[in-house]
């Protein structure tokens, strides 16, 4: 009863550790965020007070369009730095995230393990067979489950890829057309 009271009381306070640390990276994130959002108001607000400035000083139509080519490349290119930068904070919170999701699943399965093979240890005589079909079936959901992780790491990686070549592409046109 003992060791099952400490068991309990273990899993209780990796838990809440768990909980803790869960906690702390979405606030982490909100944090980078809302700071991430104040420094893009205030430029927002100096570039509308600059460019209103421009505007007002423009003679003819000819300026004008001068104006307008001038600030488009700047907006775009403030507004992919924006994009990325909110990608970021967002995918280093989902792999801190990710990161606790699979320490969890890793304890997880080897508590699990350890309490069946507690359990067959005492199975009566003659089970032989249903002790290795559920050796075996937990080796095949391990499997399984490592497959499905592996597979999830590389669409993560391959959409990480074509993100950073759309901005590139991106950029690349902006840099035509201005």
Same mark, same amino acid.
């Given at each position: 009863?003992?060791?099952?009271?400490?068991?309990?009381?273990?899993?209780?306070?990796?838990?809440?550790?768990?909980?803790?640390?869960?906690?702390?990276?979405?606030?982490?994130?909100?944090?980078?965020?809302?700071?991430?959002?104040?420094?893009?108001?205030?430029?927002?607000?100096?570039?509308?007070?600059?460019?209103?400035?421009?505007?007002?000083?423009?003679?003819?139509?000819?300026?004008?369009?001068?104006?307008?080519?001038?600030?488009?490349?700047?907006?775009?290119?403030?507004?992919?730095?924006?994009?990325?930068?909110?990608?970021?904070?967002?995918?280093?919170?989902?792999?801190?995230?990710?990161?606790?999701?699979?320490?969890?699943?890793?304890?997880? &399965?080897?508590?699990?393990?350890?309490?069946?093979?507690?359990?067959?240890? !005492?199975?009566?005589?003659?089970?032989?067979?249903?002790?290795?079909?559920?050796?075996?079936?937990?080796?095949?959901?391990? !499997?399984?489950?490592?497959?499905?992780?592996?597979?999830?790491?590389?669409?993560?990686?391959?959409?990480?890829?074509?993100?950073?070549?759309?901005?590139?592409?991106?950029?690349?046109?902006?840099? &035509?057309?201005?």
């Amino acid at each position: 009863m003992i060791k099952n009271n400490e068991y309990f009381a273990t899993v209780a306070k990796a838990a809440v550790d768990s909980l803790a640390t869960i906690a702390h990276t979405s606030l982490a994130t909100s944090e980078r965020l809302a700071a991430l959002n104040l420094d893009a108001a205030r430029s927002l607000v100096a570039d509308s007070a600059a460019q209103l400035e421009a505007l007002l000083a423009v003679k003819d139509a000819q300026g004008l369009f001068a104006l307008q080519r001038s600030l488009a490349k700047p907006a775009v290119e403030k507004t992919l730095a924006y994009s990325r930068s909110v990608y970021e904070i967002l995918n280093a919170s989902a792999d801190g995230l990710a990161q606790i999701a699979e320490s969890q699943s890793a304890e997880l &399965k080897k508590n699990f393990s350890a309490a069946v093979e507690q359990s067959l240890k !005492s199975a009566p005589a003659g089970t032989e067979p249903v002790v290795a079909a559920v050796k075996s079936a937990l080796a095949q959901a391990d !499997s399984a489950y490592e497959t499905l992780s592996q597979s999830a790491r590389q669409t993560k990686a391959a959409i990480e890829a074509n993100v950073a070549a759309a901005n590139a592409a991106t950029v690349k046109l902006i840099g &035509k057309v201005a």
